[in-house]
C-alpha cells in the first residue's frame, strides 16, 4: 500500500481521537501508530516514496510523543527551550513595561551594516 500525506494525516487524526476518549491525557495510540508506521517504513521504504521522510525524523516523532510532556519535547527539538520559556520569551518581546501591559508591536530590528 502506497503512502500518502493525506493518509497519514487521517490516520493520525483517528488515532488521536481515540487517545483524547481517555480522561488522563494519553499519548499511547499515537505512539503505536508512529512506532508501525516507522517498522513499516523500515520494511517497505518504496511504499512511503511519495513522503519527503526519513526513519530518523519518524524516531524523532516518536520520542518526542513519549516524552512526559509532548509540547516541550517539541518546542525542545525545534527553539532550544520548552514551552512555557518560548512563550514567556514572546511575552516579554511584546511586553511594555512603560505602561505595564501587553501591547503588541513589531520586533524592532537590529541594524546592521551592509557590504557592497
Do not use: C
Not at 481521537?17 to 488522563?24: F, T, Y
Not at 508512529?34 to 517497505?44: C, G, I, M, R, V
Not at 521504504?45 to 524516531?59: A, D, M, R, T
Amino acid at each position: 500500500m502506497m503512502y500518502t500525506k493525506e493518509l497519514l494525516f487521517s490516520e493520525f487524526k483517528e488515532v488521536t481521537k481515540k487517545d483524547e476518549k481517555s480522561k488522563k491525557p494519553s499519548y499511547k495510540h499515537r505512539i503505536a501508530y508512529l512506532q508501525s508506521l516507522k517498522e513499516d517504513f523500515d520494511k517497505t521504504p518504496k511504499n512511503f516514496s511519495n513522503i519527503n521522510i526519513s526513519s530518523e525524523q519518524l524516531q524523532n516523532l516518536i520520542d518526542d510523543w513519549s516524552a512526559p510532556k509532548p509540547i516541550d519535547a517539541f518546542y525542545t527539538r525545534g527553539f532550544g527551550m520548552t514551552y512555557a520559556e518560548k512563550k514567556a520569551e514572546e511575552d516579554a518581546e511584546y511586553f511594555d513595561l512603560s505602561k505595564g501591559e501587553k501591547v503588541y508591536m513589531k520586533k524592532k530590528l537590529e541594524k546592521t551594516d551592509t557590504v557592497h
